[in-house]
């Protein structure tokens, strides 16, 4: 009886193949690949990939703090969405967020941050005022 119940579990495996070439796999159960080739070139897919993402996001931080720093060379002045917006700003991202012990909340893109003041308009910071 045990046997018969074995080999009806073996029937319903799956048949496994390469994850990279999907070939039919004869190995291991957790074979994942057929070679070392594939298993590489299924790797490094993935990690370009990976890498693809993190550039981009680092382009879009990098591009507003060029556009924080270029609105504010002084150090402090208040800017309209208008001319964020214009120049490419990207308001869903940024670094980190500082809260003051008031409850202000202002946005950094590295060392440059900004906070909203009124409606559309906001106060344009460089970091080493707020944040040690
Ligand atoms: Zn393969």
Do not use: W
């Not at 060379?73 to 120049?87: M, N, Q, R, Y």
């Amino acid at each position: 009886m045990l046997i018969l119940v074995n080999l009806v579990l073996v029937k319903k495996e799956k048949e496994r193949t390469c994850l990279e070439c999907h070939e039919k796999l004869h190995g291991r159960r957790d074979q994942k690949f057929c070679s070392d080739y594939c298993r590489n070139t299924y790797n490094n897919k993935l990690n370009e990939d990976a890498n693809a993402s993190v550039r981009r996001v680092n382009s879009i931080l990098r591009k507003n703090r060029r556009i924080i720093a270029k609105l504010n060379p002084s150090g402090k002045c208040t800017v309209h969405t208008i001319d964020l917006a214009e120049l490419g700003f990207n308001f869903h991202y940024f670094t980190n967020i500082y809260t003051t012990k008031k409850g202000l909340k202002y946005f950094f893109c590295y060392d440059m941050g900004y906070r909203a003041v009124e409606d559309q308009e906001y106060l344009l910071v460089h970091k080493q005022d707020y944040v040690k």
